[in-house]
């Protein structure tokens, strides 16, 4: 929904301390330095225009309570602590780039006494099952804000859906998409705003841009963090069963399995031609929780490898793990760290934040001892694994690190712009694709793909 701007109050945002940034941080030594340097450009930025300092809140300071990151449970403190002098809260992620002049000047067009909902415009070109195939008749029919351009709430409107947050919760316990879901929960079926297009939340690279207008750019994913780590630091597990063994293995064999160092297979059948481990825990149809955490055991034993890096996966992942490594190397080992693609459940009442299984977990090796000496377990053997290690997570106060190249569902199931931006890590089902494409299309290195054309050649002649 585009809406016209109307120049009313034109003078009404001309200062800093008209806006509160909030930053979507994390609770990760590397997550909290990005955050702090975008806190420090922001500040700096109003002292060179002469303005007194903004406020600047780093989100996973706010309060004690991990499931901030949705938003929502974190609008009645924002809203009482800052919308009595503020008019604006303008929400950034950690590599979104601000120029403040700019964005000054978008918010002064608009009356500020108004709902707005300000941001830039995402869509979905058909039903997806991360949104729950939601408008499936007409997708493209509702817009929601890319994050990462940056996005706003007017006061009015921040206050209003405060209020509603404490007698009205979201119908879904899940959260799985924020921007859509926030969108969605703004609209109110109709009753609420919709977005409202801002051009100049720009989305492109800032390297690639000639930023003119933009009062935002968007940094790219992968921060240089010095070295990736060794491929012999990361130790993977997959997770299989003798029913998959003749169609799901083959394709992880076909893929991305060369380029890791030392992996097993674990199945509720010994194949020694595949080769996979039995670890005596029957198969479940689902769940799969007691299979995880005798695989957590028998990485935290040493037995089997002293790599600081365990990555458990699904025997339908497709994951590049050189992407892997470079992203690992922005992490410390020595902090309990579990980073993937980020969900939640039942946030908006004390729940839990969790790291889907099928794009991949990975755990540091003192992640996966404190787990264990945290006492966790499964309720039941199909009891789900990545949920069950999410509230064991949140129980232990050790926090779920969130990275948007993990994917839970397939290419087709995520906006292109977005991809198109990514060096994705992982996809998950092979449900209606062909697996190889997928992965030699998107997860495939170029000079893997020089390789391997050159290899093929070789073989040819």
């Known amino acids: 929904v585009c809406t016209k701007f109307f120049p009313l109050f034109l003078s ?59 938003i929502l449970p974190a609008l009645p403190r924002l809203a009482s602590q800052y919308c009595q002098t503020s008019l604006w809260i303008v929400f950034l992620e950690e590599e979104t780039n601000v120029n403040l002049h700019n964005l000054l000047q978008v918010l002064s067009k608009f009356n500020t006494r108004k709902e707005w909902f300000l941001g830039r415009p995402l869509h979905d070109d058909e039903p997806t099952i991360i949104h729950h195939y939601a408008f499936s008749e007409d997708p493209s029919s509702f817009s929601y804000p890319d994050f990462m351009a940056g996005w706003a709430l007017s006061c009015p409107l921040a206050k209003r859906t405060a209020e509603r947050v404490n007698y009205e919760p979201p119908k ?3 959260t799985i998409d924020l921007q859509h879901e926030i969108a969605l929960y703004i609209w109110e079926e109709g009753r609420g705003p919709a977005l409202t297009v801002v051009n100049e939340f720009c989305s492109e690279l800032q390297s690639l841009s000639l930023t003119g207008d933009c009062a935002t750019t968007i ?18 597990a997959v997770k299989t069963c003798q029913r998959f063994h003749g169609d ?8 991305w399995e060369k380029d890791a160092a030392s992996l097993e297979y674990y199945s509720d ?26 695989i957590l055991k028998r990485f935290a034993s040493g037995v089997v490898t002293q790599a600081p890096w365990l990555l458990i996966v699904d025997d339908d992942t497709l994951i590049s793990l050189p992407r892997l490594w470079r992203l690992l190397g922005c992490y410390d080992p020595n902090e309990a760290v579990s980073v993937g693609e980020r969900y939640g459940y039942g946030l908006s009442r004390d729940g839990y934040s969790y790291i889907t299984g099928g794009g991949g977990m990975v755990f540091s090796r003192v992640a996966v001892q404190n787990i264990l000496a945290g006492g966790c377990g499964c309720h039941s053997s199909d009891a789900p694994d990545d ?14 690190t969130h990275s948007p190249l993990f994917h839970q569902a397939r290419p087709q199931d995520y906006v292109k712009e977005l991809l198109a931006r990514q060096s994705p890590i992982s996809f998950h089902k092979h449900w209606n694709i062909n697996p190889v494409a997928v992965y030699q299309h998107w997860l495939k290195e170029p000079n893997q793909r020089r390789a391997h054309s050159l290899t093929k050649t070789r073989e040819e002649l």
């Open 12 to 70: 009404s945002v001309a200062e800093v301390q008209d806006v509160v940034f909030v930053i979507q941080s994390q609770k990760n030594s590397y997550h909290t330095h990005r955050a702090e340097q975008r806190r420090t450009e922001l500040l700096h930025q109003a002292q060179t225009l002469n303005q007194s300092s903004p406020d600047v809140v780093l989100l996973h300071k706010l309060s004690d309570y991990d499931g901030n990151w949705s």
């Open 172 to 174: 879904s316990d899940f």
């Open 219 to 236: 940094n790219t994913f992968l921060s240089a963090c010095g070295n990736p780590v060794q491929k012999e630091d990361v130790f993977v």
């Open 248 to 255: 799901r293995v083959p394709l992880v064999k076909q893929t």
């Open 269 to 294: 059948f010994t194949d020694p031609y595949i080769p996979t481990i039995h670890l005596g825990v029957p198969n479940t149809e689902r769940g799969h929780c007691q299979k995880t955490f005798a």
């Open 387 to 400: 949920m069950v290690l999410g509230m064991c997570l949140t129980t232990l106060g050790l926090p779920v």
